[in-house]
């Protein structure tokens, strides 16, 4: 009688089986890696420009946005955050905001060639229940992935008899942002999450991958009082951050300081964040020196924009 092939035994069959589940389950865990670091904004250490260096619309709110997008083009930046700026809702974009009126700050956007890092949305009406703050927070996603935002920064609520809800809207969100390549986070922002503590128990309620810390370096300092320094605050949040809000502080209770003037010990903070796992990202200046004109404010943004490129460098 003739054989094809040789009969496994018993011990080999069983090996031949361990090795194909190994093979699986490796093969799910990449996949599962892949969905994961799909939601995360464009900052690892395999893009060309591992630290995205922009600046939020805040430092013009006292006009409209294009003024802002103006300023920030003419200064140098390719890189921008949607913050805040004259208008009804003193946002750019905030749940309130139309389609329409989505799409043309995404022309205007496009009109300077700038890149669209993140988006302060404001709050979210979860006071009325929440299936409005889940409806509100869908509107604003919808506006982030018209204007082709990376990331949607919440400020966290600090009621808290909604904080359940809050958090609850978010959670039910996540899928849906990450549908749409976008990142949600929460920064350090006063009231229940002023600290990296409490900021990372607020992720750790929604519990979802696509929801991450965005650092506030200067908020930790004004929350505070002066009293908590963020060099001693930022081990805290390891594992945590994907992003900042570059922001100074001057004793008492100012944050309209350009980075690098201030009590803020970037160097420090950022290497501290980088053991961490921050290993590159955006860095986004949210705040700058008061000055009147905007000639002289162009030129705050240029002098914060190269002290970040600085120490970005040392890094």
């Known amino acids: 009688m003739m054989h094809s092939a040789k009969t496994p035994s018993r011990r080999q069959f069983l090996a031949g089986s361990a090795a194909i589940g190994a093979t699986m389950i490796s093969m799910k865990t990449l996949r599962h890696g892949l969905l994961a670091a799909s939601t995360r904004p464009a900052a690892t250490d395999s893009h060309p420009e591992r630290w995205q ?22 200064a140098g930046f390719k890189y921008v955050g949607l913050m805040t700026t004259k208008s009804p809702s ?142 001693d605050d930022a081990p805290s949040v390891d594992g945590l951050v994907t992003g900042m809000c570059v922001k100074d502080y001057e004793h008492p209770k100012k944050v309209d300081v350009t980075p690098g003037t201030g009590q803020v010990d970037f160097r420090t903070v950022l290497a501290r964040l980088k053991k961490g796992g921050l290993r590159g990202g955006p860095l986004v200046i949210e705040c700058l020196t008061s000055r009147p004109t905007l000639p002289a404010r162009h030129e705050e943004a240029r002098k914060a924009k190269a002290f970040l490129e600085r120490i970005t460098a040392e890094l």
Not at 53 to 74: Q, S
Not at 100 to 129: C, M
């Open 90 to 231: 003193h946002l750019v974009i905030s749940a309130a905001t139309t389609p329409e009126e989505a799409q043309r700050v995404a022309e205007e956007v496009r009109k300077r060639d700038l890149q669209v890092l993140s988006v302060y949305g404001g709050d979210i009406p979860v006071d009325q229940s929440l299936e409005a703050g889940i409806a509100g927070l869908r509107r604003i996603i919808d506006s982030c992935a018209t204007v082709g935002s990376a990331t949607l920064l919440m400020g966290g609520i600090g009621n808290e008899k909604l904080y359940d809800a809050y958090y609850k809207a978010i959670a039910e969100c996540c899928d849906y942002a990450a549908e749409k390549k976008l990142h949600i986070t929460i920064k350090p922002h006063g009231g229940m999450n002023a600290t990296g503590p409490q900021c990372r128990k607020c992720i750790e309620r929604v519990g979802h991958q696509n929801f991450r810390l965005w650092y506030d370096p200067g908020n930790i300092f004004y929350y505070s009082n002066g009293e908590l320094n963020p060099v």
């Open 53 to 74: 260096i922009g600046c939020y619309t805040r430092p013009w709110a006292d006009h409209e946005y294009p003024v802002a997008l103006d300023a920030i083009a003419e």
